[in-house]
Every structure is written in C-alpha cells, then in structure tokens.
C-alpha cells in the first residue's frame, strides 16, 4: 500500500504564492509519475501538473507561468510551487501517485487526502 501525505494549502490573497508538497511512503514497487490535481465546488476534478519518472513536467495551461511543479519519482515528493494567485485557483488540491500499466500489471492511483487553497482577499 502507497500512502500520500500533503501540506502546504491555506489562505493567501491574489496574487500571492504558496507551496505545497506531497511525500510518498510505503510499498512503490516500480516507476512512478507524481503530481497535483484540484478540484473546485461544483467542477470534476482536474490535472494541475505532473512529473513523470523520467522527470518531464507536465503542467495545465491555466497555470503555466505561474505554477511549477518539481521532485518525482526518485525523492518520492512532488512539489507544487504556485505564483500569482487567482481567485479561480481557489480549490481542494489532491496529490497523485500513478504507477503506469505493465504487461503484468494494471495502472494503479494513489491519493492524498486533499488540502484546502483559497485565495481570497
């Protein structure tokens, strides 16, 4: 079993940063991707960014030039950096372990438990 524990979130004015952060533990038997997704009231849930283990990062268009996303597989941490913040990324912010399909395996995801970014002046 994979646990994901995240911290970081919180209430920041627009424009602000915050950084959150995810540490993976437990039994990561193969190559992962991490990242971060989000989820506001009302809306599916979305991808934010990701970084594969091969280490190319993967972010949606919404927050490139604002977010960076860093660490992978190889820490088992994936950091999500977030800039000049708007009120539109206010949301719960879930982290994601993915351990891809193999032959022998199916594709498996991991969650944190979700934390809380509101920004709001």
């Known amino acids: 079993q994979v646990q994901l524990v995240e911290s970081g979130g919180g209430l920041v004015q627009p424009g602000g940063s915050l950084r959150l952060s995810c540490a993976a533990s437990?039994?990561?038997?193969?190559?992962?991707?991490m990242g971060w997704y989000r989820q506001a009231p009302g809306k599916e849930r979305e991808l934010v960014g990701r970084?594969?283990?091969?280490?190319?990062?993967i972010l949606t268009d919404s927050v490139k030039g604002r977010f960076t996303v860093s660490g992978g597989n190889a820490k088992n941490t994936v950091l999500l950096q977030m800039n000049n913040l708007k009120p539109e990324d206010t949301a719960v912010y879930y982290c994601?372990?993915?351990?891809?399909?193999?032959?022998?395996?199916?594709?498996?995801?991991?969650w944190g438990q979700g934390t809380q970014v509101t920004v709001s002046s």
């Open positions: 970084i594969t283990y091969g280490g190319v990062t």
């Open positions: 437990g039994s990561i038997l193969r190559p992962a991707n």
């Open positions: 994601n372990l993915h351990l891809p399909a193999t032959y022998y395996s199916r594709g498996i995801d991991y």
